[in-house]
């Protein structure tokens, strides 16, 4: 078992291919002065969020849960290529409520949430190799599935980074998730789709981050046609110091990518994306068709920009000694954020 705190408050930082104790508690979070921070300051400083997405057709829809310390958040959309986004929900709660319930532990978790006619249930465990969601927002768009998904079968990427000197951020990225359970609906119509074709993206992240925290984000996956499976997980600007959160997967094998590119007009967004590293292991384009946006301004303490593009990738990626895999039109997101939190 992987120890997230180790003696002497110190973070044992690294990619972690094996099960985590996470024992965030022991963690001494320090000011600017290296002055100890406790209570209420250390709890709201702790920051959660679990993300998924869902390929399943024509549509792709997304949703997450947020736990920032003071505010619980979980929001949903769904997109198709017809329609645009067709359905958004919002749910909001103050920290110290009960709607929502989202245990500290990457590996093994039940998280709900239940507000009006809002409700999620995300269940993960890497012991039984199962990622199960049960969702229904706002009693209009509802969706379930059990997800295969374990550290031994799919080679998750899970790194462990400091985001400035006094504070650290775990994630664990993984693409694709597939099903052969999953239900979709809106508005008590079911929605048709291939089953065995639908793939899921993952996204836990958890930790102290830094005051300030910027990133661009990078997610889709696809089952090929010729049956080859395909996943990605690129970002910039999150934790570059230490261990990359790059990376792609071909029939659930992982290649870990140093750096990745962003090379698009943030002022036009909808003109299409260039994302690619040096070595030339990696080079998509991405056409952005929808998106899903936010913000918040709260003055000084409370600042938020999040826009989450939904759209199709083209391009390929080439792991050292193997052949090049091209694709095209595989339906996936890129995201601008930037918060002060």
Known sequence: M??????????????????????????????????????????????????????????????????LGYLYNVFAFIHSKNQGIILE???????????MNFPKNPDNYLTTFKSGKTSVLVEK??????????????????????????????????????????????????SPLTTTDFELSLDGNLLEYETDKVVAIYDWSGGYLGRETNWYWTAFGAIL??????????????????FSENAFW?????????????????????????????????????????????KMNGGPLVKMIFRQFVGTFDGFFKPENNKKIAFTGIKGFCEIHRAIW
């Open 2 to 67: 992987y120890k997230l705190i180790g003696e002497n408050n110190r973070v044992n930082y690294g990619c972690i291919d094996e099960p985590i104790e996470w024992n965030y508690k022991k963690f001494k979070l320090l000011d600017f002065f290296n002055r100890e921070i406790k209570g209420f300051k250390k709890k709201i400083a702790y920051h959660q969020f679990n993300y998924v997405g869902i390929t399943a057709g024509e549509y792709i829809l997304g949703f997450a849960t947020v736990d």
């Open 89 to 99: 929900s919002d749910d909001k709660a103050l920290g110290i409520s009960n709607k």
């Open 125 to 174: 465990s890497h012991d039984r190799g199962t990622l199960n969601i049960d969702c229904n927002f706002k009693n209009r768009l509802k969706f379930k599935g059990r997800f295969l998904f374990s550290i031994e079968s799919h080679q998750p990427l899970r790194v462990l980074n400091p985001n400035v000197p006094t504070r650290f951020t775990y994630t664990e990225k993984c």
């Open 225 to 242: 046609p010729d049956n080859t499976s395909i996943g990605a997980n690129f970002a910039a600007f999150t934790n570059e110091t230490y």
């Open 250 to 294: 071909i029939d659930h094998k992982r290649t870990r990518v140093n750096r990745v590119l962003y090379d698009f007009n943030e002022q036009e967004p909808y003109e299409r994306w260039h994302i690619y590293d040096e070595a030339g292991t990696v080079d998509i384009r991405f056409t952005p068709e929808g998106e899903r946006n936010d």
